[in-house]
């Protein structure tokens, strides 16, 4: 097409949200002209399964529990008045912990205001805070937030070392819904030793946000924490940044949870109506279809230019991968089903993978996301007319035009500004589009059962570890290699796990295992020793 060919399609298929603040444009997709029309069936039959699922149904039949994370922001859509009663109550708590914090009515037992926040989570208990903080964040708030998402030891070395003396003026928040999540149980232990090494008891500065009655909620109610707060079995956590998950930990760092929310509802309301053409999320869902041929044949590159948007790529490889990755649809079929995500931020990648993306392999679709304001106030003028924030938009103007010339299509999100209502209207808009793109492709949205079965396989290990480790400690003195230790606990076929057991405990102080080196490393010997010194 030449360019006023494109800039009628433009009109034609720009998509205007003005109560949002939000633009999306498709015309860089290469639909045909009766796309819609033919999809229409299909759109509306997604219609349906998104008011079923609004309205209470068991849309996780697995686990037998209704999906409601719609509600958070609309208390008055859930199905009873107990749920809708907890959803108010559970927010005026949020609201009112957060003011106790701020003005030192909650403080710590030293008598210092709170001005640090430790969040202990992973998985959608961390990336949407996360992405949230590093959007809205800014020098003056009253807490600055802290992660803990993962449970690599030297990565939280590396928290508690930044945080450093400012660990008595540290609140920890706790996110887990089960508490039993592994990486966030030794989080919390971590965290806990970290504190009590300084003789500061860990109970007067810790929140738990968990289930009624979990692990995690008995722990807190004995150790007497400060506070508590509930998760619900009907909000998955990938879909919780609206829950007390997203806003205690937004409200603590200062950020506008009443307009996030807000942003969020007002979302809602505009991807409930059944005209498609004027529906974003319908149409985000629609494209993707399209996109990848519903079968996730090519993948999602997100690319916003704006750098407080860096983690939304982060934040949506969870949200859509973990949604739509399923190896059986809903009537039982194999399909294999799903969408891949990556990338990163603009222009930084026009420096890094962006040559590919134009001229190699043709394997994806971009959607850029364009943020209109560039700063508070005005900018400087690095050229004459031209400022920092002119070249950002000139370079994504120039790698949407770069990629279309060589038939690489891209979606365009344009928002005015970054804040907390349109960081809100975002986190729905892709909630949404999610629901309704599993209806398309006839998959369950709201399981994971591939990641049950990750941590299952990792419960495995941890049981061979400490079979071999026994085995060593009773046979104290003697040295074996990984295939006689295997053998001798009763798991010969578990050898290269077995090796590798041993590998990681050798090169780590305290388990006392003291490796030989062989002719190869599958002739190394392990021995236990009594000490860590011996262990050298």
Known sequence: MNHIELWERYKKYLNVNPDLGLMIDFSRMNFPEDYFDAMEPRIQKAFGDMDALESGVIANPDEKRMVGHYWLRSPALAPNLEMRHEIEETLHSIKDFARKVH????????????????????GGSALGPQFVSRALGTSKDPMKPYFFDNTDPDGMDLVLEEIGDGISETLTL????????????NGM??????????????????????????????????DKWLARF??????GGRTSET????????????????????????????????????NPAALLSLLWYYGTGGRGRKDMVILPYKDRLQLFAKYLQQLVMESLGKERDLDGRMV?????????????DQHAYIQQLREGVNNFFVTFIEVLKDRDGPSLQVDPDVTSGDYLSGFLQGTRRALSEKGRESITITLEEVNARSLGGLIALYERAVGF????????????????????????????????????????????TSEEIASAIGKPEEAETVFKLL?????????????????SPFDARYQYVSDVVSQK
Not at 230 to 235: I, L, N, Q, R, T
């Open 174 to 185: 706790v996110i887990s819904k089960s508490g039993k999540t592994i990486e966030t149980r």
């Open 243 to 278: 829950s007390a998950v997203g806003l205690l930990p937004a409200a603590l760092q200062g950020i506008d949870i009443d307009s996030l929310l807000e942003g969020a509802r007002l979302c809602d309301e505009i991807t409930r109506k059944k005209e498609t053409r004027s």
């Open 103 to 122: 003005t030192g009515k909650i403080k710590a037992p030293n008598g210092s205001p709170f001005s640090r926040l430790l969040i202990i989570g992973i």
């Open 503 to 519: 590998e990681h405990a050798a090169a780590n102080k305290g388990h006392c295992i003291k490796k030989m080196p062989g002719p």
């Open 437 to 480: 793109y599993a209806s398309l492709i006839n998959v369950n949205a709201y399981h994971q059962p591939g990641v049950e079965a990750g941590k299952k396989a990792a419960g495995l290990v941890i049981q061979l570890q400490s079979a071999a480790l026994s085995y060593l400690r009773k046979e104290k003195g003697r040295s074996f």
């Open 230 to 235: 509930p998760m619900w079995d009907w909000v």
């Open 189 to 222: 232990l971590e965290a806990k030793a970290a504190y009590e090494s300084r003789g500061l008891p860990f109970g007067k500065y810790a929140v738990a946000i968990t289930g009624a009655d979990s692990d995690l909620d008995h722990v807190a109610k004995k």
């Open 336 to 348: 294999n089903q799903g969408i891949s995500v990556y990338g990163s931020k603009g222009s930084t």
